[in-house]
């Protein structure tokens, strides 16, 4: 009886959608000739297709329950097996290894790859570092932030500037792309301190498509739509190099960049701000009540949050020599939070993951380059679904406390 209310309520949701997409999928007018096209295939596959998916994903929504269900019993369980993702992320025998490896191919890949690969990899690691810095500001202090690309626009934007009409060096302007970024983070959090929810989401939406008007409008400083060009590449003590090996230097460049981010991120984290932030994420009426000061906080969060968008956008103005304000529109900041969000709120090795996945998947898969944003769409629903603290979750420390031990205390 199961399996025939199974079959049924997939058979009444087929029959639903074709009637929907009749229309649209079956009658076909052509003006031209003045005549109707009856195409019955396509309902016909339709009906199929909507059958199977409808089938899938109450089989899918069924076995998440039961997961649920299962995850419940097994937190109950004290004697639990650890996963494999945790063995992978707490057991030196097993990430050690991996992360040799790693580390190897990361090294070697220059050396047996063309350079438009190397190239894309810059890029790649580019994204890794925005999605590192953006977790700081929403993954670890819980400040929703929709427009995060104006910072690294203000990174790369100084570099050109400085570049190109002063004469400054990318060493010199490295930090100051940073620290600018970081000062524009400051402004944007003293109005929105007390923001919440969606009105800091929308006051952070507005900010980064203020930045890019202001890219667009304000020749005199930024050459308005026309964008900056002849901007040069970092060097190494006054070397001469060519479009090859400046790409190469630039790929080492952003390794170290990324391992960098990573140490200060996994740092911060374990900090005494750190916990600040993660308290304010978590409930900001009882963080503030425990003393925390709250605008010191979040106007750190920004801050650091900022700098590291505001270097990397410095690193992204010089490798590509041009840039102009449609290179930082919306869809960066929604992609750079897709990465946190898919990666996992907090964590920094998911963020990683997802920021490879999400930049080099599009380019490895350009055969589906029609269907990469559907693809894209229907990735994010699932994840939402099925795994919605993201594909490696946030470990967060647990302590207990041994009876035995205490009672031993009590008695000695």
């Not at 999928?25 to 409808?54: D, P, Y």
């Not at 003590?237 to 996994?266: H, K, P, R, W």
């Not at 103005?317 to 709120?345: E, H």
Request: hydrophobic share 55%.
């Amino acid at each position: 009886m199961a399996m025939i209310s199974y079959l049924k309520s997939c058979l009444i949701a087929a029959i639903w959608f074709v009637f929907l997409t009749f229309p649209l999928m079956v009658v076909k007018v052509n003006t031209l000739k003045n005549t109707v096209e009856w195409r019955w295939m396509n309902m016909l596959w339709v009906a199929i297709g909507a059958f199977i998916l409808s089938a899938v994903w109450r089989w899918a929504m069924e076995r998440r329950a039961r997961g649920a269900s299962q995850k419940e019993q097994e937190s109950s369980d004290s004697d639990k097996k650890p996963s494999l993702g945790e063995r992978l992320l707490e057991d030196p025998k097993l990430y050690r290894p991996l992360l040799g490896l790693v580390v190897a191919l990361a090294l070697l890949m220059p050396w047996v790859s063309e350079m438009y690969q190397v190239t894309i990899w810059v890029f790649a690691l580019i994204y890794v570092v925005l999605g590192l810095g953006l977790n700081i500001t929403v993954g670890l202090a819980g400040l929703l932030d929709l427009g995060y690309v104006a910072f690294f626009g203000v990174g790369a934007y100084t570099y050109a500037i400085l570049n190109t009409r002063f004469g400054l060096d990318f060493w010199i302007c490295l930090p100051i792309g940073g620290l600018t970024g970081a000062l524009v983070g400051v402004l944007l959090g003293f109005p929105i301190l007390r923001l919440r929810g969606d009105y800091l989401a929308i006051v952070t939406l507005g900010f980064g498509s203020i930045a890019k008007i202001v890219y667009e409008n304000w020749e005199g400083v930024f050459n308005g739509a026309r964008g900056i060009e002849k901007i040069a590449r970092p060097g190494f003590f006054g070397m001469e190099m060519d479009i090859s090996a400046a790409t190469t230097f630039t790929y080492y460049l952003m390794l170290v960049m990324v391992v960098f981010t990573i140490f200060v991120t996994n740092r911060l984290k374990d900090s005494r701000i750190g916990r600040a932030w993660m308290a304010l994420r978590e409930d900001e009426i009882a963080c503030v009540a425990m003393g925390v000061d709250m605008a010191r906080t979040k106007l750190g969060a920004y801050a650091l949050g900022a700098f590291w968008a505001g270097l990397v956008g410095v690193i992204f103005a010089s490798q590509t020599t041009y840039i102009n304000p449609a290179s930082f529109d919306f869809m960066l900041s929604a992609i750079v939070l897709s990465m946190v969000v898919l990666g996992g709120m907090g964590s920094i090795v998911g963020v990683v993951i997802a920021a490879l996945v999400l930049n080099l998947l599009p380019e490895y898969l350009r055969a589906f380059e029609d269907y990469r944003m559907l693809v894209f769409g229907a990735v994010m629903v699932l994840m939402m679904l099925f795994r919605p603290q993201g594909l490696v979750s946030n470990v967060r420390k647990t302590y207990t406390h041994s009876k035995k031990v205490h009672a031993e205390e009590a008695n000695g």
